[in-house]
């Protein structure tokens, strides 16, 4: 995978996102918005910068990845079928009563995620504890948290951060997918929580900002962050509902319902069945 | 007697924890600010790789817990148990009940042994908060003894576990020679007139209140209850059945306590037998010693045998 040049994976990004999208308008409704803004970075993880393998998801040295805001698990499932952690097919299931996978990305159901999230601030704990137990271990893994602009308003994110901080976390890595908006409108104008960047120098990180759609962008700051030797934060730019016309940049993309009307609007096509 | 107990409940906590440390590496310990109330220190000196202190913010400390857990580790995190359960009760929910991961959660100072640490820091409902986390097992030695014989069956166990604990010395309940099962209660008085069932620090209230009834000619079983859940439904029910009567006593609210579970165990069963609680009513803790405490919260040695007594009384009346 390390061969991917940067112009092949915008191709798989896009086809991740179609894979998404087709996924969420198959059950009709899901949180597309959030899911999109961090394709590129999760194609550029799985495709490139993470060690991981997709046949053996639970090698103790692998790349701990916890999406923290679960509810972009729909993107997250969609890297991780066309990675081939399991049948793209099985996207089509999302939500589906009975199905393997659930609306919030989880652990025990889905091969390939590290941690189970959806209540907000949670998963970045345990990617704490995850990057705690390489030093323990003297193991040489890297542990990336991708938390949204919006949970940064819990508190725990930071109570995590201040930990990581005060412990000289190098092999850690948050991933704020700064995409300004929330459920109930912009973020700036529910609660403030930028800046990021200055508020995560005082947690003792070092910061990237970023166009979060650059995918060489991307791919060379993760490769800083594997080298760093003090906790990194990546402060992802992105455009919530990326690449969909119907919704983006617009705050209501958090959950949109999907009509097939829409979905043939968005892709010429499906590329699961 | 055990010299077991001539230690605090936190010294034999801490002590199981560094010996079996030794051979499980597994073992690691979380603490939030309290180290030097718990008395975990000690483990830190032992083991400082395996400690961390996540400062006072107890919603991280699970979280980070469940993730270790999550790499394979067997974390143990403590805190008073207001802190350790209902200030972080969505992350174990979320965090380590939800996904399963073994982490020991361990909450001391329960009920009315906060004394003098007060309402802000009295749990009445950790117990009921607790049992509602599918698949939690939730424990509360009565004795030092009692601790030192779950503790490897607490490592043995796969599952997230509350564990209730005090932190000063307990009366003794058991010498060295008893035998604890952690999913089995344990009998501790025999008798036959009626069945008292007591958990924490009501077990030694509870032996005292059977001596004290026996000289009114009431002889009374006493059950020494460790294991809140899953219950053990076979001990409870027999004694139930053989007695005619019960009295269970928590240092807890009665809404949602052990009281609650026992009732809804014996109707489930049919044994429709005269029942009374002692445990903590709908109110906040307060400042205080524990005498006092349990006396203005009607949890004393005489409050159980008036409960007895009226237990009693109506199984005689129902004859």
Known sequence: ?273 | MSELHNKEMRQVYVDNLIKYSKLDRRIVVLEADLMNCIGTGKFKEAFPRRFINCGIAESNMIGVAAGLASCGKLPFCSSFTPFATRRCYDQIAVSVGYTKQNVKIVGTDPGIMAQVNGGTHMSFEDVALMTQVPDMIVVEPCDCVCLDKLFPQILKCDKPMYIRLQRKKTPPIYDDNAKIDLFKANTVVDGDSLTIIACGIMVHRAIAASMALKNQGINARVIALHTYKPLDSETILNACRETGAVVVCENHHLIGGLGSEVAALLMQNDVLIPMTRVGIGDRYGEVGKEAYLAEIMHLTEQDIVEKAQQAYKRKLANI
């Open chain 1, 1 to 273: 995978m390390e061969s991917n040049t940067i112009s092949t994976l915008y191709k798989q990004a896009d086809l991740i996102r179609k894979m998404c999208i087709e996924c969420i308008a198959t059950f009709g409704v899901g949180h597309i918005g959030g899911s999109s803004s961090i394709i590129e970075f999760l194609t550029a993880l799985y495709f490139k910068m993470a060690n991981i393998d997709p046949n053996d998801p639970k090698n103790p040295d692998r790349d701990r990845i916890v999406l923290s805001k679960g509810h972009a698990a729909p993107g997250l499932y969609a890297t991780l079928a066309a990675r081939g952690y399991f049948d793209k097919k099985l996207l089509l299931t999302l939500n589906q009563n009975g199905t393997q996978l659930p609306s919030h990305a989880d652990m025990l159901k889905v091969s390939g995620v590290d941690f189970t999230a959806g209540s907000l601030g949670q998963g970045i704990s345990a990617a704490v504890g995850m990057a705690i137990n390489a030093i323990m271990d003297r193991r040489k893994y890297h542990t990336f948290a991708i938390v949204g602009d919006g949970e940064s308003q819990e508190g725990q994110v930071w109570e995590a951060l201040m930990l990581a901080g005060s412990r000289h976390l190098h092999n850690f890595t948050v991933v704020i997918d700064n995409n300004k908006m929330q459920i109930d409108g912009m973020t700036a104008d529910v609660c403030k929580v930028e800046p990021f960047e200055s508020k995560l120098r005082a947690f003792r990180f070092k910061t990237y900002t970023i166009d979060g759609h650059d995918m060489e962008a991307i791919v060379d700051t993760i490769e800083k962050c594997k080298r760093s030797r003090m906790p990194t934060a990546i402060i992802l730019n992105t455009i919530k509902g990326k690449g969909l016309k119907c919704c983006e940049g617009h705050y209501k993309s958090h959950s949109v319902n999907f009509t097939p009307e829409m979905f043939a609007a968005e892709c010429t096509g499906g590329v699961l069945k």
